[in-house]
């Protein structure tokens, strides 16, 4: 007899896994904590990569990214106050999709109810036992499934129900912090990013009324230090030219940049994805895509068990989706550093700042350098 799938958590992961096995006819349960009123307007990332486009694609189920306005083929890039602006050499760029993570989000809710799918909001779960997959509701109620996969996010219960000796983190401190603000302004373009001597600095559209700004600063800050006045003045300088359309700053946090991976990814019928198994630095903007590739291969995976009663994919998951991740961590390590050192290189110093406005200029008269990038932009490196 199949059991269901048990999905831990309704974020960016586990909802995409919920919709791609949906699709195969294999079933699943989805479980989140938090309301759905909650997680619909949760505003955190904005960019859907090529890769991640495809994904949805390849399953029919391209109308849930969104409204389908593409990624723009360049990055603004301002550099001590003049505009340079980047153009991406990879034609597949365009296949990318501008969605921010809530529109992604509420899509995959309503897709997933509409074709029957279970998801259960306000039910908070632990995990009972990930051999023999059980979880256990707030209620006190045991569900019993053929497999979990943990999409709970930094956070949450599946990697803690891994014994310790069992798993291993490996973790990066960047050393310093951004101010994350979201605000009520539109972008005139989708990225605006300044590399400046004050610190990096970042303007991201969020939807029509809405953008998130970001301001590098030191990892002892708080937001008292940071009064809205000192904001836009701050980000007019950093940007070269004032500020002119200010809104309401509707939030304002200090996130310190890491990066994390957690070894193996998967443990008996546990699995997992996401941000419950590597964190990298918002700045690459591939936290959301390497949730939605972790989705993508773990259907893949299911899909080829129950079909041709082959664990081979399942078995291979976590050395495959580790390959992928070093990759991509190895990318969003190197972009951050550039963009950070290029401009206040902190206590790294003058050496590590020359050598990263080398790696920076070689993007513009390098095409390998360039096309390297856009690789990586796209999901496709
Ligand atoms: P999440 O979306 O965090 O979902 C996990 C879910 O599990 C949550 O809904 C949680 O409530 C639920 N849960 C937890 N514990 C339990 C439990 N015990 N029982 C039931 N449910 C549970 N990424 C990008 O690609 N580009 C960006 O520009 C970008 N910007 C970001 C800006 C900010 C401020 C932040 C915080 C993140 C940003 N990210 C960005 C990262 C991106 O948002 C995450 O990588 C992405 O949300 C990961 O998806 P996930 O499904 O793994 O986890």
């Known amino acids: 007899e199949t059991k269901p799938v048990l999905i831990i958590g309704a974020g960016v992961s586990g909802l995409a896994l919920g919709n791609f096995l949906l699709r195969e006819g294999i079933g699943c349960v989805v479980f989140e904590r938090r309301s759905r009123e909650y997680v619909e307007h949760r505003q955190r990332a904005g960019v859907i990569d090529t890769r991640a486009t495809r994904a949805f694609r390849k399953r029919g189920l391209e109308d849930r990214v969104g409204d389908g306005v593409p990624t723009e083929p360049n990055l603004g890039f301002r550099v001590d106050g003049q505009p340079r602006p980047l153009g991406l050499s990879v034609e597949e760029h365009r296949e990318g999709r501008f969605c921010p993570q809530q529109v992604l989000v509420r899509n995959l809710i309503s897709g997933f109810r509409q074709e029957g799918g279970d998801l259960r909001f306000d039910t908070e779960v632990t995990v009972e036992d990930h051999e023999n997959p059980r979880v256990r509701l707030g209620d006190g109620s045991i569900i019993e499934g053929d ?15 891994v014994p310790e000796d069992r798993i291993t983190r490996h973790t990066h401190e960047y050393g310093y912090a951004w101010l994350v603000i979201l605000a009520e302004v539109p972008a005139h373009q989708q990225t605006l990013m300044a590399i400046h ?3 990096f600095a970042a303007q991201f559209g969020r939807g029509p009324q809405a953008s998130r700004f970001y301001l590098q600063c030191p990892l002892n800050d708080t937001t008292e230090d940071w009064p809205d006045e000192r904001i836009w003045s701050e980000l007019g300088t950093r940007f070269g030219e004032p500020i002119t359309t200010k809104g309401a700053i509707v939030e304002k946090q200090l996130v310190p940049l890491r990066s ?4 193996p990814m998967s443990h008996g019928r546990l699995h997992l994805l996401g941000d419950a198994a590597h964190i990298v630095p918002p700045m690459s903007a591939k936290g959301m895509n390497l949730a939605l590739y972790d989705a993508d291969a773990f259907a893949d ?11 081979g994919l399942l078995d291979a998951y976590s050395d495959t989706r580790l390959n992928d991740v070093w990759n991509y961590q190895a990318f969003a390590t190197w972009f951050t550093n550039t963009v950070h050192d290029a401009g206040d290189p902190g206590d ?12 920076f200029e070689r993007l513009y008269t390098s095409g390998t350098a360039n096309r390297l990038l856009s690789e990586f932009v796209a999901g496709l490196a």
Request: glycine share 12%.
């Open 348 to 359: 790294r110093g003058e050496f590590h700042h020359r050598v990263a406005r080398a790696d």
């Open 301 to 311: 995976a299911l899909v080829h068990y129950y079909k041709n009663d082959d664990p």
């Open 260 to 263: 994390e991976v957690l070894s």
């Open 147 to 161: 497999f979990i996969a943990g999409c709970d996010g930094s956070h949450g219960v599946t990697r803690a129900a």
């Open 197 to 199: 001597r004050r610190g």
